[in-house]
């Protein structure tokens, strides 16, 4: 004997495939952006520094927080500020950086 297939299975059966082969596709593309931004970091891992930055730029580059950036900055004098934008001089925050090293 045969097993009768109701329409309402088969209807339900069709939109759980359907859902699983969105969320694998998600999945897939999810993880392809991941390798790519993995690419990025590998072939250019810092931007590349200019002779001033801001305080988020800074922050990114050097890998220290904010307020880290913002207090080092002025002890070193490297802070310019125009108007309500805050530029550091990356020459001189270096330089000062470059003090602390241990000898």
């Known amino acids: 004997m045969r097993a009768r297939i ?3 299975d088969v209807v339900t ?3 759980e495939q359907e859902n699983k082969n969105r969320r694998l596709a998600r999945k897939e ?3 392809k ?3 790519s931004q993995a690419k990025k970091a590998i ?7 200019s ?7 800074a922050k990114e ?3 220290f927080g904010i307020t880290t ?7 070193a004098g490297a802070t310019i500020h125009i108007g309500k934008c805050l530029l550091i001089d990356t020459e001189i925050f270096e330089n000062y950086i470059d003090s602390f090293r241990d000898e």
């Open 51 to 57: 002779k001033y930055m801001r305080i988020r730029e």
């Open 61 to 63: 580059y050097y890998c």
């Open 33 to 35: 952006e991941s390798v």
């Open 43 to 49: 072939i250019n891992p810092q931007k590349q520094q």
């Open 13 to 15: 059966y069709i939109r």
């Open 6 to 8: 109701n329409y309402q």
């Open 69 to 75: 950036i913002r207090k080092l900055a002025k002890e």
């Open 29 to 31: 593309e999810r993880d």
